[in-house]
């Protein structure tokens, strides 16, 4: 996005962050500008109206105790997602390109049940199902985040999609935090940039649903 239309994007925000934005180098500045600019559309989708959004020691967007908002973003695209808080859950989303990667990430994104089930596929499909299970993983780990305040690696999680836009999760978390249970929807998207998996999860306290036993492989279109 060239200069002159980051700063037009900009004046929509509120002057507090604006004046963050500022702050922030060029590259970054433009992801969190868009990534403000989504999560206050998905808010007025919501009919709620909020102040200025910042963010929070764990670098969340900082939303008022009564939503919820999430981000992501990519060089091409933005995402936010909004709720009106309810008991305990918390929410996460997360936005990933479905193209060719330059290495192959699976042995750092994948659990060695994840990896089974992932080998028998041809290379292609293998790669976008690693970029999808990568992408569930990262919306899991945002909603979890406010209950555990650290790093949650990949291998902490185990995500098994399912054709219906849901996904089978079971989480070990290797501190010994929880239990919760984490409800994710996936769909996978197509944009004038191209194909991207967009995916969400909800996180609250409670007991995991236990993964299915030997799911069918899912091959993505």
């Not at 002159?4 to 992801?31: G, K, M, N, V, Y």
């Not at 060089?75 to 390109?97: F, S, T, Y």
């Amino acid at each position: 996005m060239e200069i002159a239309a980051i700063d037009e994007l900009a004046l929509t925000l509120r002057l507090p962050e604006q004046r963050f934005a500022e702050q922030l180098p060029e590259a970054r500045r433009a992801s969190w500008i868009a990534g403000r600019v989504a999560l206050r559309a998905a808010l007025e989708d919501l009919g709620a109206e909020t102040g200025p959004i910042l963010a929070t020691d764990r670098g969340a967007p900082l939303m008022p105790k009564e939503l919820l908002g999430s981000i992501s973003h990519k060089k091409e695209l933005a995402v936010g997602l909004a709720a009106r808080r309810a008991g305990e859950a918390e929410l996460g989303v997360d936005l990933e390109k479905d193209a060719p990667l330059r290495i192959d990430i699976g042995r750092r994104v994948l659990t060695e049940r994840e990896a089974g089930e992932v080998d028998r596929l041809s290379p292609e499909a293998r790669q976008s199902e690693v970029l999808l299970r990568l992408s569930c993983k990262e919306s899991i780990y945002k909603a979890v985040d406010p209950f555990v305040r650290r790093y949650v690696g990949f291998q902490e999680a185990t995500v098994t999609p399912h054709p219906g836009g849901t996904a089978a999760v079971a989480l070990d978390l290797i501190q010994g935090d929880g239990p919760f249970n984490a409800e994710v929807r996936w769909r996978r998207v197509k944009t004038p940039f191209g194909a991207f998996f967009l995916t969400s999860a909800r996180v609250q306290p409670g007991p995991q649903a236990p993964l299915l036993p030997d799911p069918d492989a899912w091959v993505p279109s």
